[in-house]
């Protein structure tokens, strides 16, 4: 009877145990466990290859951020995917959110287009933010609202950072010439270099750009 008992307990206390663990690898791996889970039923985010990408602009909104965000996320994780890609919208979004303040103030109405290897932005300058000194001669002859086009190739600079150089700049389609566009880029960007960085996971080594999409992948190709 007693021997009964104590193997009773013995088998409560082992269930008990098993339930722990499991109960603490269900919360620790509750992210890999919803997605498998949203696959088997086949809703959630979509895949990569699922998705379509216009290949025209696309403007940032809180919506393409979001999805921009959870991308990241997704790839941030040590089992997350190869690749991601990004709408333009979305890398619209990051690049808003990544500006000088100053500059996300001076640009009213940006865009992003992808080109071969290439960002473009669009955008209206509020001059009275921008200052019309930068632009030198011209800044004279602006109007409260002037469009704006920059362009460039973008790298992963280093792990969790991604580098835009610009190397085009024109304002009511005048261009201006390179030597003009390092003070200005650096206005914009609130650096000294010419460039501008944004954060990305540090999982990503390696981004394509691509007419409509930008592929950020885990390993260099």
């Not at 919506?63 to 919208?89: H, T």
């Not at 920059?150 to 700049?169: M, N, Q, T």
Request: hydrophobic content about 45%.
């Amino acid at each position: 009877m007693i021997g009964g008992c104590l193997k009773n307990m013995f088998a409560m206390a082992g269930c008990a145990t098993i339930l722990l663990v499991a109960a603490v690898a269900g919360w620790q791996y509750r992210s890999q466990l919803s997605d498998a889970y949203q696959a088997f039923r086949g809703v959630g985010e979509p895949t990569a290859s699922q998705e379509v990408f216009q290949e025209g602009p696309g403007s940032p909104s809180p919506e393409a951020r979001e999805s921009a965000i959870r991308k990241y996320e997704r790839m941030a994780r040590i089992d997350g995917p190869e690749f991601v890609m990004l709408s333009s919208a979305e890398m619209a979004s990051l690049i808003q959110d990544g500006l000088d303040p100053v500059g996300r103030r001076a640009l009213d109405s940006l865009s992003v287009t992808f080109e071969d290897g290439r960002l473009i932005v669009e955008a209206l300058l509020v001059t009275d933010v921008w200052g019309k000194d930068v632009l030198g001669l011209l800044g004279g002859l602006l109007r409260p609202y002037e469009p704006l086009k920059v362009a460039g190739p973008a790298r992963i600079a280093r792990r969790g950072v991604l580098a835009w150089e610009p190397d085009k700049f024109s304002v009511r389609s005048i261009p201006f010439p390179r030597a003009a566009i390092l003070p200005i880029v650096n206005r914009l960007a609130g650096r000294d270099d010419g460039r501008m960085l944004f954060g990305v996971p540090s999982t990503i080594a390696e981004i394509r750009i691509e007419p409509g999409k930008a592929i950020f992948y885990r390993r260099v190709r």
